[in-house]
């Protein structure tokens, strides 16, 4: 498999998965309906775990904070960051394709609450503060980065790398848990960015704005925050 096709199947799988439980839990007449925080973060470490297990073969990226943080690192090849963060992307929008397929009833049918429906493709902050919403994304993600950086490395004397994609499904899970609740953590541009735009292209009855006056915290606060953990953890 082409490092090109691993991470847009990684990817896919990932928003097939986390978008997927957003749907479940926020759209009308479904059988999680309401079913809370808890259950969103849970599948999102999940979905974590089986993305990086499908993308394997291209070391599972699914995410252009992680490829861009590891060429900063000099880990990986700048060369090949392009092509990852592409790939990245259109995954993420198809897996948000085949989730509105999959929900389409439950789309029409949740047509008086455009707010949850374009949340099952994109995040959105609990408290819209612009400063603060890109502060949460940073940190959320220089946790994220800094964390998978040590995977494997001498530093890390418990050797949890050899575990493969369960510490990375744990550490999203701790983040979703605990740094979450302020932008819906997107700590991933192609996570937001590719679904956002199904979101806009889609016929969604009842469909509203796709927000797009927001859209740039999910991308430039994970990119900031990637970047400061790679500069981090190479001066250590």
């Given amino acids: 498999m082409s490092p090109f096709i691993s991470e847009f199947l990684g990817t896919a799988t990932l928003i097939l998965l986390g978008d997927g439980v957003v749907a479940n839990v926020v759209l009308n007449k479904t059988k999680g309906q309401n079913s809370g925080w808890i259950v969103i973060t849970t599948a999102w470490a999940f979905a974590v775990f089986c993305g990086v297990i499908v993308a394997q073969?291209?070391?599972?990226?699914l995410n252009p904070a992680v490829t861009l943080s590891l060429a900063v690192a000099g880990k990986f090849a700048w060369a090949s960051v392009f092509s990852y963060i592409v790939a990245q992307i259109?995954?993420?929008?198809?897996?948000?394709?085949?989730?509105?397929?999959?929900?389409?009833?439950h789309f029409d049918a949740s047509a008086d609450n455009?707010?949850?429906?374009?949340?099952?493709?994109?995040?959105?902050?609990?408290?819209?503060?612009?400063?603060?919403?890109l502060l949460s994304e940073i940190i959320g993600t220089f946790v994220l980065i800094f964390v998978i950086l040590f995977f494997g490395t001498d530093?890390?004397?418990?050797?949890?790398?050899?575990?493969?994609?369960?510490?990375?499904?744990?550490?999203?899970?701790?983040?979703?848990?605990?740094?979450?609740?302020?932008?819906?953590y997107a700590i991933?541009?192609?996570r937001?960015?590719?679904?956002?735009i199904i979101h806009a292209i889609v016929p969604i009855k009842g469909?509203?704005?796709?927000?797009?006056?927001?859209a740039?915290?999910?991308?430039?606060?994970?990119?900031?925050g990637a970047v400061l953990a790679a500069v981090v953890f190479n001066l250590l």
């Fill in 114 to 133: 455009p707010g949850g429906q374009l949340a099952v493709f994109a995040t959105g902050p609990a408290i819209l503060n612009y400063p603060a919403n």
């Fill in 90 to 105: 259109l995954g993420a929008m198809c897996g948000a394709l085949i989730v509105w397929i999959m929900y389409k009833p």
């Fill in 57 to 61: 073969p291209s070391g599972a990226h």
């Fill in 207 to 214: 469909k509203g704005t796709s927000d797009w006056s927001y």
């Fill in 155 to 184: 530093k890390n004397v418990a050797g949890l790398a050899a575990l493969g994609p369960l510490p990375v499904a744990i550490l999203v899970f701790a983040i979703g848990l605990s740094l979450g609740g302020t932008t819906g």
């Fill in 192 to 196: 937001d960015l590719g679904p956002r």
């Fill in 188 to 190: 991933n541009p192609a």
């Fill in 216 to 224: 740039w915290v999910p991308i430039v606060g994970p990119v900031i």
